[in-house]
Structure formats: structure tokens, C-alpha cells
């Protein structure tokens, strides 16, 4: 076989199973997914056949854990696994080859005029409120039919692609998905018998010859923009910039990007400080194309020089940075949504204003008007043009508020220091509001990061905010939970509940008053919080954040007839 094909088994399955006794239950793994694919191949291709397949693809997790560093007795020579660097380095040029694979060239990608969005914290927001922007009725004659690529999902993967605001539906998700995955198939046939090698039909229609889970979706989110004839796509990358899925996108296919807040996140990938990290993200800025970004002060942290980061960057990608200062914002203000399910939070103002500077500016570009007067772009003349599109803006997980009879859930996915400190302002707000005598809840879960400093902070961040009670606990209970669904099987092996128990003891120092329990499935978290009604008879107020992985989780246990 092409060494492209060994180089993709090496990549995609020899890592994952690194012991010998790994590589053989990998194998063993590898030989059942395959025989369950080639049964469904031989039936429709249905939606349901199309996310089992889509299973058998190596996660983005297998794929990020490449890049953590190695124990400090292993050298990255003696462990195998590439340094981060050169795993970044193959990032474009590998997805280059997938998209070429499947069909898809950078003239083809050239047809399509996106808004790409980057940064650690607020990029969700800012392709909500832009994608509600460009689908309002008062510029479709300029817009034209508007697609939107996000990640990650919480109940249905089919969030990730919209079409006009609407995640795509189940037939043309599957008629995509099986386009692209046929054609991988093909080039792989075409590769093998050029290369004169034979290899089997079985391990050319399987996941080897497929690109890990967030490339391939985002071949298939380019894939069915194209052949749905979209005009202009809000495109957001999944980690970075600079070396993203989504950064094949050519120049010509760009009209404008942005870089919301930074943080620290993904250091093994991105780096471990701001300025680090910005030079990343900045990988999506275009030559001749504009970057708007939240201009920070010097006196924030590393703010300084990650803006002399960010300024350097557009100068050698050729593009114009455009700076938008927090006292402009302010004296704006933002536009509040009315309705439920509308973006809540303070922090949104400033999410607000990087989509209408993006947008505007997109649909400049795309009407082929000269660049505009400073006067046009002013935040209050855009919040007033684009008013409708803001307050209309949806996005679950994010500071979402769900009325469920005796039981109201705050809901927010931040899974940084910085998002969570968000989230406690969001939540002190709500928090005094609460009549006395009702029972307050924390469901909890950071399963990759310092969950005892983090938990810590989001306390800290609601004691901040003035009229929250210093008398007593904030919380009455606290559940600690994985992010799996259900509870595990019989014959499932127990889950590693030691960051749970961690935040749990943290919990127990930070507020000895708090009733703490640590279990091992959403569903089950979510039977504690009900039998806290039951028990004390009083209404319940639950916060649940820390993941967005257990917001999905949470909202198909509270939804469980919702459509996937």
C-alpha cells in the first residue's frame, strides 16, 4: 500500500494502542467495527448507519492526547509519540490531502465567503449572533443562503452544519456524510492499485482511510455547503488557528476573521502563555482581509505584548487588525435579548460587538462596496442596524436558563478559569434573586484540568459579586459527576472517579456546609437533584458547568425525546 495509507493506520491506530497487548485488543477492536460497517454498507445509507459510522472514526481526544507531554522519565524519542510541533506541522498539509480525496479542491473551497473565528472563550457566541445577523430577512439579498460550521455538539452532531440558521436535517446529513466517505473509500482503492499492494476491501470501506472525527466532519460541512449553494458561511475553528482543520480554507474564501478572548487552554497545542497562544490563533487572519479582536490594556496580564503578538502576525499574513476597545463597548452597551432562550450574560456586549464588525464588514465584501467611513462602523449604528439579529440570537449551553416545574437549571459549558469566572458573575445575579427557603444546587465536571483551583474560583467569583449571602453556603448540595450518560453496564469495567472525589474533597474544605456526592453518570446526577425536592419540599435551582460535555449529557437527560 501508499505509504499515505501506512502513515494514516500509524497515525490513527498504532498510537492509540500503544503496548503490545493494546495493539492487540486495537486490532481486535479495529476487526468488530469493520464487520459491523461492511453489515451496514449492505443496507440503506440512513441517517442512524451514518453516526455508526461515524463512531468507528478516532476521536478528537485520542488525537489531542498525542500533543500532552510525555512522563518526565520518557524522552518523546523513547515514548513514539511526535512532538507537538511536528504534529502541527502536518496538520494543513495532511487535511489538504483528505479534502483533495474527497473531491474538494481550494477552488471549489475559493466559492465559498466565510467569516473564520478563533480564540479561547466567546467564538460559540460570536458565530451565533453572526449567523442570526446574516439570516435576517433584512439582508438575504446580500447574504444569500448562509451556512455555519460550530463545534462541539450537545445532544445532535447535526448542530455542527447549518443552513440558514437551522442545524442540516437528518437526509442530506447522511446523503453528505455517506459523498464523502465513499469517496475517501475510492481514492484509497485507486491509491492501493496504483501502488500495485493489495488490500482489503474490508480495510479500504473502513475508518483506516478516514481522516479522525473533526477533520472528516469538516470536510462534510464544506462538502454540503458547497453542493447546497451557500453564498457566505460563519466557520469556527475547532482548537487554534494556525494549524486548524478549518484552515484550508484559501484567502479568496475569506472575507473576514475574528479572534474572540483568549485564554489558556490546550497548552499542548497552542502553548502555555497568552502571547503563545494568540500567535496561533491569529492563523486565521487573510492578506488583505480584516481580523476585529478585543483590544487588551497593559495592564492585563500578558495583555501587552499578546496584542504586539497579534499586530506583528497581521503585518506578515498581510492583513488590517482591527482593535476594539472595551470603553467603546461600554459606553454602547450591548442589546439585551427579551425572549427566553436569548443569549444571557454582561459579558455578551463584547461578543456583540466583534459580530457586528465582522458581519458588517462581510457584507461589504460581498456587495463589492469600497471600504467604509469610521462613521458607519460605530457600534451604536450597527447595534441599531443589526438589533434584530442580536436580540434573536440562540445558543444552547451558554448561560441558558431552563424553567422545568419545581426545578430551574442554569446552564453554562465553560470549562476555563477565565468562562467560569464569567459563569459565577452570570450566576451571583441569579443566585440573589432565589426566594430564601429555596434549595440550591451544584452539578459539576472538569475532567481534564485543575478541578480543585478551578471549583475554587468559580466560589470565589459568585462571593465577589455584591448582595450574595456571605452567611451562609452558596450551595445546598453539590453532585460531582462524569460526563457519560448512563450508568455503566454489568460487565463494564468501574470509571475512574478520582477527579470527582478530588473536587469533592475541595468542595468539603471550601464549604463544610455544602452536602457533597460524587457519582459516575449524568442520569443518575440528575435523580439526586429530584430527590432533593423530594426530600426537603421546596423548590431547587441547580447550576451545572464546568464541561460541556456534561451540559450534552444533562440536556439529553432532561430532553430524552429530543430528535438526535
Not at 449567523?131 to 444569500?144: D, E, K, R, W, Y
Not at 505584548?305 to 497581521?314: D, I
Amino acid at each position: 500500500m501508499a505509504c499515505w495509507l501506512t502513515t494514516i493506520r500509524g497515525l490513527y491506530v498504532i498510537r492509540l494502542f500503544r503496548s503490545q497487548s493494546s495493539v492487540e485488543a486495537g486490532n481486535l477492536f479495529l476487526r468488530l467495527n469493520n464487520t459491523i460497517l461492511r453489515q451496514s454498507s449492505t443496507m440503506a445509507r440512513t441517517y442512524e448507519s451514518a453516526l455508526r459510522h461515524l463512531d468507528s472514526i478516532q476521536s478528537n481526544r485520542a488525537i489531542t492526547s498525542l500533543f500532552s507531554p510525555p512522563p518526565p522519565t520518557t524522552t518523546p524519542s523513547s515514548s513514539g509519540k511526535p512532538i507537538a510541533q511536528d504534529l502541527n506541522a502536518q496538520a494543513i498539509p495532511e487535511m489538504l490531502a483528505w479534502a483533495q480525496r474527497a473531491g474538494i479542491t481550494q477552488n471549489d473551497l475559493a466559492r465559498l465567503k466565510c467569516i473564520h473565528v478563533a480564540g479561547t472563550k466567546g467564538k460559540g457566541s460570536v458565530c451565533a449572533y453572526l449567523t442570526s445577523i446574516l439570516t435576517q430577512p433584512n439582508v438575504a439579498s446580500v447574504a444569500g443562503r448562509v451556512g455555519t460550521y460550530t463545534s462541539p455538539h450537545l445532544v445532535s452532531v447535526r448542530e455542527r452544519i447549518q443552513l440558514d440558521g437551522r442545524p442540516i436535517d437528518r437526509e442530506l446529513f447522511a446523503r453528505y456524510f455517506f459523498e464523502v466517505w465513499d469517496a475517501l473509500t475510492a481514492s484509497a482503492r485507486a491509491e492501493a492499485k496504483r501502488s500495485g499492494k493489495e488490500v482489503s476491501e474490508e480495510e479500504l470501506e473502513g475508518p483506516a482511510t478516514k481522516p479522525f472525527y473533526f477533520r472528516f466532519l469538516t470536510i462534510v460541512a464544506f462538502h454540503a455547503f458547497l453542493r447546497e449553494g451557500v453564498k457566505g458561511a460563519v466557520v469556527e475553528c475547532g482548537i487554534g488557528g494556525e494549524y486548524d482543520s478549518t484552515n484550508i480554507l484559501p484567502p479568496e474564501a475569506v472575507t473576514a476573521a475574528v479572534i474572540s478572548q483568549l485564554g489558556i487552554d490546550h497548552v499542548g497545542m497552542l502553548g502555555d502563555t497568552l502571547p503563545k497562544i494568540a500567535w496561533n490563533k491569529a492563523g486565521v487572519m487573510k492578506p488583505g482581509r480584516k481580523c476585529f479582536t478585543r483590544k487588551l490594556e497593559a495592564g492585563d496580564g500578558d495583555g501587552e505584548e499578546t496584542m504586539r503578538v497579534l499586530r506583528q502576525r497581521a503585518e506578515e499574513k498581510g492583513a488590517s487588525l482591527v482593535e476594539i476597545e472595551d470603553k467603546e463597548v461600554e459606553e454602547w452597551g450591548g442589546v439585551r435579548g427579551t425572549e427566553v432562550g436569548s443569549l444571557e450574560g454582561e459579558f455578551q456586549k463584547y461578543n456583540q460587538a466583534l459580530a457586528l464588525r465582522a458581519a458588517s464588514e462581510h457584507l461589504r465584501v460581498l456587495s463589492g462596496k469600497p471600504d467604509t467611513q469610521p462613521e458607519a462602523e460605530r457600534l451604536a449604528t450597527l447595534g441599531e442596524r443589526f438589533s434584530d439579529g442580536l436580540r434573536s440570537a440562540r445558543l444552547r449551553g451558554r448561560c441558558e436558563t431552563r424553567e422545568d416545574g419545581d426545578f430551574t437549571w442554569f446552564i453554562d459549558g465553560a470549562h476555563t478559569a477565565e468562562s467560569l469566572e464569567e459563569v459565577a458573575k452570570w450566576f451571583a445575579v441569579k443566585r440573589k434573586a432565589l426566594p430564601a427557603d429555596e434549595k440550591v444546587v451544584l452539578l459539576f465536571n472538569q475532567q481534564e484540568r485543575d478541578v480543585a483551583k478551578l471549583l475554587g474560583g468559580l466560589l470565589e467569583g459568585i462571593k465577589r459579586v455584591p448582595g450574595v449571602p456571605q452567611q451562609t453556603e452558596i450551595f445546598d448540595y453539590a453532585i460531582f459527576t462524569r460526563n457519560d450518560l448512563q450508568r455503566r453496564t454489568a460487565d463494564e469495567p468501574e470509571r475512574d472517579l478520582s477527579v470527582q472525589q478530588a473536587a469533592a474533597d475541595a468542595m468539603r474544605n471550601l464549604c463544610p456546609q455544602t452536602k457533597t456526592n460524587v457519582v459516575d453518570n449524568v442520569a443518575e446526577a440528575v435523580e439526586k437533584v429530584k430527590s432533593t425536592l423530594h426530600n426537603d419540599g421546596a423548590k431547587v435551582a441547580v447550576l451545572a458547568t464546568g464541561s460541556l460535555h456534561l451540559v450534552g449529557a444533562l440536556l439529553r437527560t432532561l430532553e430524552p425525546d429530543a430528535e438526535l
